[in-house]
């Protein structure tokens, strides 16, 4: 998914349904065109539902996979106080390709809005120095020593998720096989805007995520 998915409801025929939203948890559900509850899905990405929090300037960013019940609804729990856009990112059973939808949850608490960090294309982290290039990406040893310690996350050797600044549309990208510690997106976003990338990768037990701020001319 190299075109970013603007916000939205609806997609393909399948609406998403919020069944509640109160006291930092929110339900929801899919409905496909035919009206009725979708309770099947297909595993893509390495998991049956992707799930993106994050504040509507692109700060506090969270990738979760809720577990559908049988019903077809599911939780997610909302990190803190004040406006919140999910993106919600499946594949029913029988659908052509992959449902992206979006909600908006506000409580009304009034949160003060984080300035987009400047582009920058150096992140350390965990000791670790993640370099971008275009939308390669070169992870080292913030030390020089030889770089181990980098696992699967999801059946991927990374993710990428990016979100675009103003409109919230959504890219979810995985990379081309390569050298160990290089994650190559090919050509990545071509659309026109400025980003907040969220690199994702197994790390020694645990999942980074390396974020970065690019802007597409």
């Not at 998915?5 to 035919?34: I, K, N, W």
């Not at 020593?145 to 990374?158: H, I, K, T």
């Not at 103003?166 to 890219?171: E, K, S």
């Not at 190559?184 to 805007?193: V, Y």
């Amino acid at each position: 998914m190299s075109t970013p998915v603007p916000p939205g409801f609806e997609s393909g025929g399948y609406q998403l349904v919020t069944d509640h939203a109160h006291a930092g948890m929110a339900t929801f559900h899919l409905r496909d065109e035919a009206g009725s509850d979708v309770t099947e899905f297909t595993e893509a990405h390495g998991s049956l539902l992707h799930v993106v929090v994050i504040r509507p300037d692109l700060s506090d960013f969270q990738h979760v996979h809720p577990t559908i019940r049988d019903d077809g609804s599911w939780d997610v729990t909302l990190p803190a106080p004040g406006q919140w856009h999910l993106v919600f990112d499946s594949t029913p059973t029988g659908a052509p390709g992959p449902v992206v939808v979006s909600a908006n949850i506000d409580d009304e608490t009034p949160v003060a809005t984080v300035p987009l960090p400047p582009a920058d294309d150096t992140v350390d982290v965990a000791g670790l120095v993640v370099t971008r290039d275009g939308f390669t990406f070169s992870v080292a040893n913030a030390d020089g020593s030889m770089l181990m310690g980098l696992e699967p996350y999801l059946g991927q050797a990374a993710h990428l998720v990016a979100m675009r600044q103003g409109d919230l549309a959504y890219t979810h990208l995985h990379p081309s096989e390569g050298m160990t510690g290089m994650f190559m997106f090919g050509t990545g976003i071509t659309e026109a805007g400025t980003y907040r990338l969220f690199l994702q990768f197994g790390y020694q037990g645990d999942v980074l995520t390396v974020p970065f701020t690019v802007v597409v001319p």
